[in-house]
């Protein structure tokens, strides 16, 4: 079990470097004026997501729901970890929102700021701070 939860962990780091540099790279895309820049971050942006992100979600995935299965009844009827499951749902849907916006840049189509994206790429600490804070303190 404790090898479960190890690789887990170290899956939601990984996806988290990702969901955290990702719209990073958008900001910098955003904002780039020549071609040759705005096809390297194309690159940048495509191995990250595909090479990195998806990947550590997908384990993230895997391990976490081993995890609860040692225990699915205690798991499944405690509200943090229902307050955490829908905090994981969420970084699905913004795992979502990076690929639309990784399209938008691929195929040069990008309608947003440099300001969106450093805004935008504030919602995975906020999502990491309370994820944490459920599955550590359990506050309810």
């Known amino acids: 079990m404790l090898w479960v939860k190890a690789i887990h962990i170290i899956a939601v780091?990984?996806?988290f470097a990702g969901l955290f540099y990702l719209p990073r790279l958008f900001v910098y895309h955003a904002q780039c004026e020549d071609n040759a820049g705005k096809e390297r971050f194309k690159i940048m942006e495509r191995k990250l997501f595909h090479g990195i992100m998806t990947p550590s979600m997908v384990l993230t995935l895997?391990?976490?729901?081993w995890t609860?299965?040692?225990?699915p009844t205690y798991y499944l009827n405690v509200?943090?970890?229902?307050?955490?499951?829908?905090?994981?749902?969420?970084?699905?849907?913004?795992h979502g929102l990076c690929w639309e916006h990784l399209k938008a840049f691929r195929e040069d189509r990008n309608t947003k700021t440099h300001v969106?994206?450093?805004?935008f790429n504030e919602i995975p600490t906020v999502l990491l701070l309370l994820i944490v804070i459920l599955v550590v303190v359990k506050p309810f």
């Open 13 to 15: 780091i990984c996806w």
């Open 62 to 65: 895997i391990f976490g729901a």
């Open 79 to 94: 509200a943090w970890m229902h307050a955490k499951l829908l905090g994981v749902a969420l970084l699905l849907v913004y």
């Open 68 to 71: 609860l299965s040692y225990n």
């Open 116 to 119: 969106y994206f450093r805004l």
